[in-house]
C-alpha cells in the first residue's frame, strides 16, 4: 500500500486546485460587509461529491443578513470500525476582508503559487487545516480503507466573527457531538508543529461611550471634555494588568492583558472639545479569573472616571468568553501527541492561548477540544500565504490521527 507521504506528494496539483477554487469564492461574514460563506460551501460540497464522499450532511443557520438567507456548515463523515468515539476536524469557512489592498502584491482572492508557497485570502486561515483534513480523510477513503473511528470533518461557518452562526449554533441547536469523541481545530500552531493549544485566555471585548458636553477648545470649563475623560479610562483600563497580575507560564504572554484598541472619530476640528468619545478594549484574561470579578473592577474604575471629568460612562461587551482546559491527560490530547511522534518524531508541548478559536465554545459546554496546526501565522495579513509542506505534513499526522 502506498505511504502517506507518497500518497500526499501525489496529490500536490489537487491540494493546490481546492486551496485556488476554495479562495476564489469569496466567504466574507456580513460584519465585514461580505454575503456569508454560502457561494464557498455549495462549491466544496460539489467538490466533496466528486471526490467520493457520499455521506454530507448540511445543516443552515438563519440569517437574514445574507441573500441566501442562512450560514451553512457541512459535515462530511467517513464511517469507522468504531462510531462510540467519533474523531472531528473542524475547519471555518469563512475569512476576514483583505483590508488595504495596496498592501497586496497579488490579487487577495487569486491564489499564486510560488517557492513553495500558496498566497492568498484565507489560504492559511483557515484553509490549510481544511484542505490537511480533507486529503487525510481521503487517504482512507480512496485507498479503500476503514479508520479506527469513525471521521467527522466539520466545515463550519461564522469562526471570525465569534461563531453565533458556526459551531455555537450547531452546539446548542443540533447536538452532534459526544462527550466520547475527538475533537481537533487545525486553526492554530507554530512553525513547527510541536504545540498544541489546550487552554484559551478567557476574552472581554469592550466598546465603550463617554458623554460630556461639547464645548469651544478655549473654554475648557464651560464642558466636559469626553476625550480627556476617555483617555484617562484607557489608560486605568490598561492598568488592571496590575491588579488581576497572576503569571501562568501555560500562556505567553503568561499575564492578563487589557489592551485599547479601536477608536472612532470624535469631532471634526481641532477647536472643538469632543462631547462624545468612543473606544475599544480587547481583554485576555487568565482562567483563574472570572469575567464577574474584572467586569466589576471595570465597573469600580468607570464610576470613578465619571465623577472626576463629570462625564457618563457606558459600556457593551461584544464578545465575552470564558472556558475551562481541556486536560492535558484527556485521551484527544494524548491521541494528538502521539501521532504528531509516530508521524514526525516529534514531542508534543501542551500550551494555552490568549483566545480565541470555536475550541473554547466546545470546552465550555464539556466536551474536550485541542488545537493544532503547522503555520507561519499569517492569518488576517497582507500576501497571507500557506508553506504547501506544512499542508502535506499536517495531513500526514492527521492520517496517523484517524488510525
Known sequence: MVSAKEYLNSKHKEIIDLETMLTSHIAIAPEGEGDGENDKVNALESWLKSKGFTDIERYEAPDSRVSSGSRPSLVATIAGKDDSSRIWVIAHTDVVPVGDLKLWNSDPWKVIEKDGKLYGRGVEDDQQGLCSGVFAALYYLENKITPAHTIKLLFAADEENGSEYGVIWLLHQKKLFRKEDFILIPDGGDFEGRTIEVAEKNILWLQIKVLGKQTHGSMPDSGANACLAACDLSLRLHNLEKVFDKKDNLFSPNYSTFQPTKRAKNVDSINIIPGEDNLCFDCRILPCYSLDQVLAQIDKVCHEVEKE???????????????????????????????????????????????????????????????????????????????????IKDAITLIEFFK
Open 309 to 391: 471629568y463629570g462625564v457618563k460612562i457606558s459600556y457593551e461587551t461584544p464578545q465575552k468568553s470564558e472556558s475551562p482546559a481541556t486536560p492535558v491527560s484527556a485521551p484527544v490530547a494524548q491521541k494528538l501527541a502521539a501521532a504528531l511522534k509516530a508521524a514526525h518524531g516529534i514531542d508534543a508541548e501542551f500550551i494555552g492561548i490568549g483566545g480565541g478559536t470555536v475550541g473554547a465554545e466546545l470546552r465550555r459546554e464539556g466536551f474536550d477540544a485541542v488545537v493544532w496546526s503547522t503555520l507561519d501565522n499569517m492569518c488576517h495579513q497582507p500576501n497571507e500565504y500557506c508553506v504547501i509542506d506544512n499542508l
